[in-house]
């Protein structure tokens, strides 16, 4: 799945010159929207009576007919789970339609809409896909979409009472993407990245499935190129897919250093050093000597996303830098006997010590456009909440491998059983390890031309460095100097 998302890696700054974003004129229209007669569908989508024409479990009418557009972003999860999850909803509220354009590319699209300042050519809903992260920041910072902080309180029909942010895992919250304290997409499932494998390839060469230190890794590193085969391949094509082995290290790093707090607020705010920071410089010192001892394809830089997926599958490498999306991605091409692992990477010399994993909570999230009619605005968040359901759940983790954000999905043995194999090995290495969910996210973003030269600068060194051709420290140093200018020359506007 081809990611648009900064380069936590190498802590490279998404950079795009600013858009001019105008917010269009809020004309509060009820296009898509008509009267038609109550359904007589069955009781679970049966108006509360025939005098109020309004469902129960919400209040919204049942008379008037709604469509919401939603500009669907096609990736390695598929559009299955999402076909399921409207098919069950507009069979519980009939009175709603959907009108979607599903595409890889719906982030080019999605630009080009917003550029057009047609609030009634828009989609309602979108996913949540956009062609850079601050492109992201802008159209938020505009006010181009509405906010959605009070889905979090809201009761969920399926729990018992419980709000949805209580019925999510501690930190999911804190670790949701947000900016200035505000959501305007709540997540449905978490997307885990990290290293994948195959557990049978594993259990024949007796290698170690679990290292509990950096030392460990590295062993199991010479063990696995003692074979002839590679031990880590990556995308070289799309060498930020590097960073979803190495990319929350960084977190990682400052806990074991004792500064997590303070790094944490440092790297969500953009503050500097951001290349040079010790973190940064750690992380791609073991990378630079992984690369020298051959730990990497050779000729990584020429490989792109399947090419790279199918030297796991064909073992001809080891372990793979990619998602929980991979097993759903790749399921055409999976060999018989191939059963999903999953490793992150210890940095810790001390069994025991917290192994961070990036999880990009929000996988499947909804964001909705601000200059729509309260109708539409409503049941697009009733769509929200739907797709929190313990049953969509299940199916979009069955069908798409997308890890189920309520922890009381796990109560039901039922759901465990119809796991994929790639997310139940995420659950099985974060039951037998001392973990740490994270995300690195940013709620600050840097621009302009100074700024994109340090990202090219840092971009192109990924795959030289991965390969053990050159020194990244200096690099991040020529990086830091640009980023500092570019941190001058926005002072001065």
Not at 7 to 17: G, P, T
Not at 259 to 284: H, Q
Request: overall charge negative.
């Amino acid at each position: 799945m081809k990611v648009s998302m900064n380069k936590a890696l190498s802590i490279i700054v998404s950079v795009v010159m600013l858009l001019t974003i105008v917010i269009g004129c809020s004309n509060n229209n009820e296009a898509g929207e008509k009267t038609t007669a109550p359904s007589n569908n069955a009781a679970s989508s049966a108006p509360a009576s025939e005098e109020t024409n309004v469902y129960p479990d919400n209040g919204l009418s049942a008379k008037v007919e709604v469509k919401l557009k939603l500009g669907f972003w096609e990736n390695g999860y598929g559009r299955e789970w999402i076909d399921n999850a409207i098919s069950k909803f507009t069979e519980k509220y009939p009175n709603v339609k959907f009108d979607v354009t599903y595409s890889p590319k719906i982030m080019d699209l999605i630009s080009t809409k917003i550029a057009a300042k047609n609030d009634d050519d828009m989609f309602d809903i979108i996913s949540p896909a956009f062609n850079s992260k601050a492109e992201k920041v802008q159209v938020i910072q505009a006010g181009l979409f509405e906010e959605v902080t009070d889905l979090w309180d809201r009761v969920l029909p399926d729990s018992n009472g419980r709000t949805f942010r209580e019925l999510v895992p501690k930190g999911t919250f804190e670790f949701a993407e947000q900016y200035n304290g505000k959501f305007y997409e709540i997540p449905m499932g978490g997307s885990t990245v990290g290293l994948f494998y195959d557990k049978a390839l594993f259990e024949k060469n007796g290698w170690n499935e679990n290292p509990k230190t950096w030392e460990e890794f590295l062993q199991l590193m010479a063990d696995i190129k003692s074979k002839g085969i590679i031990p880590i391949t990556y995308p070289g094509v799309y060498p930020s897919y590097l960073s979803f082995a190495f990319g929350i290290k960084q977190f990682e790093i400052a806990e074991k250093n004792g500064n997590l707090e303070e790094f944490t607020k440092r790297f969500r705010k953009s503050e500097l050093p951001i290349y040079t920071s010790v973190e940064n410089k750690e992380i791609w010192t073991r990378i630079y000597e992984m690369g020298k001892l051959g730990y990497f394809p050779p000729g990584v830089a020429a490989l792109n996303h399947t090419q790279s997926q199918m030297q796991l599958l064909q073992h001809k490498a080891a372990l793979g830098a990619t998602g929980d999306w991979v097993q759903n991605e790749m399921k055409d091409s999976i060999p018989d006997g191939f059963k999903w692992g999953y490793m992150a990477i210890p940095f810790s010399s001390t069994p025991g010590d917290t192994i961070w994993i990036e999880n990009y909570i929000g996988a499947g999230g909804i964001m909705i456009w601000k200059n729509k009619s309260d109708l539409i605005k409503n049941w697009a968040k009733e769509f929200i909440v739907f797709l929190l359901s313990n049953d969509i759940q299940a199916y979009n983790n069955k069908s798409a491998g997308i890890y189920p954000i309520r922890k009381d999905f796990l109560d039901n043995p039922d759901n465990i059983k119809e796991m994929q194999d790639a997310p139940k090995a995420i659950m099985e290495f974060s039951k037998n390890n001392n973990i740490q969910l994270g995300l690195t996210s940013k709620e600050v973003i840097i621009e302009g031309p100074i700024a994109a030269q340090a990202d090219k600068l840092a971009t192109e060194m990924i795959n030289d460095a991965a390969s053990g051709k050159k020194d990244p420290l200096p690099v991040l140093e020529e990086a830091e100097k640009l980023i500092e200018r570019a941190v001058k020359e926005t002072a001065k506007k």
